[in-house]
C-alpha cells in the first residue's frame, strides 16, 4: 500500500525513520493524527484499522461511530481537538480463510490486531512530534495502548479509566535512536484515560461506566476552560 505525506505537519524525516523502524513488521498504510493544531484536548488511541487506512481518517470504522457518540456527549466536534495513536499503521495478522477448497490457492483473511510494544516503539518518535505541535493540556488516552504509551504500564484502563491524573508523560529519551527507552518529559498534562471506543462494541457492560466517565471528563473540561 502506497504511503502518502499530504500535508503532514510532522516533518517528514520524523515520519521515514519511523517507517523505516517499522520494517519487518506486519504493519500497513499509514495515516497521521488530524484535528486542530494547536489543540486544548488530544486523544490517543492504539491504532488504525482497515477501514480508517483506506479513508485516510482515524476513527472512521465501527469504533469511529463510538467516538462520535463519545464525542457528542462531550459537546464537541473533531475540529475542537486533535485525535492520535500509538501506532500510525495497521497492524494486521493474515489466516488462511476456513472454506478454501482443498487443491486451490489458499485464500487468506486479513484482521486488525493489537500492536507490539516493539511497534509502539518504532512509531514513538511520531507521537511525541504530534504532542509538540499541538501542545495539548488535557491528554486523553483511550485503551491500554495509549495509557501506557503516555504513563508506562504499571497501570490498566480498568483501574485508570475516568480519573484525572496531573503529570508528565513518556516521550523517547533519544528520538534519534531506535532503540531508546522512554523518559518522563517536563511538561505537565491533565490525563484523563478513557476506555477505547471498540471496548463497549465487544462489552456492551462497559456502556454505562463509559457514560458516566464522560459526565466527568465534560465537567472537567469545563472546569479547565473557566480556569
Ligand atoms: N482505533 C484507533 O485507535 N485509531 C483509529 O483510528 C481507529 C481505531
Known sequence: MEVTFGSAPVAEEIIKECLHRAEGYDLEGFLLGQGAIPAKIMLVGEAPGATEIVEGRPFTGQAGKVLEEY???????????????AVR???????????TPAGSAPRISRSNRTPTKNEVR???????????????????????????RLIGSHETISSL???????????LEDPSDPRSDYVFGERTYSIF???????????????AVIERDLTTLRDFLATKNNS
Not at 499503521?89 to 472454506?99: L, N, Q
Not at 484515560?193 to 457492560?205: Q, W
Request: avoid cysteine; hydrophobic fraction near 45%; aromatic fraction near 6%.
Open 71 to 85: 464525542l457528542e456527549k462531550l459537546g464537541l466536534t473533531r475540529e475542537d481537538l486533535y485525535i492520535s495513536s
Open 89 to 99: 499503521s495497521r497492524p494486521f495478522k493474515d489466516k488462511v480463510a476456513a472454506g
Open 122 to 148: 518504532a512509531h514513538a518518535a511520531i507521537l511525541d512530534a504530534e504532542i509538540e505541535l499541538v501542545q495539548p493540556r488535557v491528554i486523553v488516552p483511550m485503551g491500554n495502548i495509549g495509557l501506557h
Open 161 to 171: 479509566h475516568g480519573k484525572v491524573i496531573e503529570g508528565p508523560i513518556l516521550r
Open 193 to 207: 484515560p478513557l476506555y477505547h471506543p471498540a471496548a463497549v462494541i465487544y462489552n456492551r457492560s462497559l456502556e
